[in-house]
């Protein structure tokens, strides 16, 4: 009897495990695109639990503004996630040497030309790679450890005089599949902009 428990344990653990694999998207995941909009949107409204571990980060911050959905800064936060995946290149500057307002500014969403003159510039963009959820990548960000002067979390909660008042959103999760091979799992871009100083 004892025998014959422990299988059917490892059968529904083992079933299980398949259901939540054949769930999992691969490639752009715009569900966990979303939610990476939906919980920095609450983190900064402090509209979390005193429990969750940003809280301590917001507790004291004056109010933020609600960030937009951009469907441009979207796009072009897909575009970097997958070409890092596809390239297995980590890093603010691509293998052109171009930078994230080089690539919003060609999207269409226009940008003053002071942030253009140098291809590399990156004023808008917080990059993290490997964790399993967005939410996860967010929080990693904010945290920043090891980052000098913490410009992710400036960045993402609006910290400073430049990042307040950027609030153009556009977000990417990338789960990258078994036949592209690249350095992380998961690649998260998180784009917050605005046109003009």
């Known amino acids: ?87 297995n290149h980590f890093d603010h500057v691509d293998l052109l040497g171009k930078g994230i307002n080089y690539y919003i500014s060609k999207a269409g969403y226009e940008l003053d030309d002071n942030w253009l003159d140098d291809p590399k510039n990156n004023y808008f963009e917080s990059l993290q790679a490997g964790y399993s959820t967005g939410e996860g990548a967010v929080q990693y960000l904010i945290i920043d450890k090891g980052i000098p002067g913490n410009g992710h979390r400036k960045h993402l909660l609006g910290l400073d005089d430049w990042n307040f008042n950027n609030v153009d959103f556009g977000a990417a999760f990338y789960r990258v599949p078994s036949n592209i091979k690249a350095d992380y799992s998961t690649y998260t871009v998180i784009i917050i902009a605005r046109h003009h100083y």
């Not at 009897?1 to 998207?25: A, D, G, Y």
């Open 1 to 87: 009897m004892r025998k014959i428990k422990t299988l059917l344990i490892c059968f529904i653990i083992q079933q299980s495990i398949l259901f939540s694999q054949e769930n999992i998207v691969y490639g752009i995941d715009t569900a966990e695109a979303k939610d990476i909009f939906n919980y920095l949107q609450n983190v900064r409204q402090r509209n979390i639990d005193k429990s969750d571990q940003m809280y301590k980060y917001v507790k004291n911050i004056d109010e933020l503004p609600l960030l937009v959905w951009n469907d441009t800064l979207a796009q072009v936060a897909r575009n970097k996630a997958e070409y890092m995946a596809t390239h």
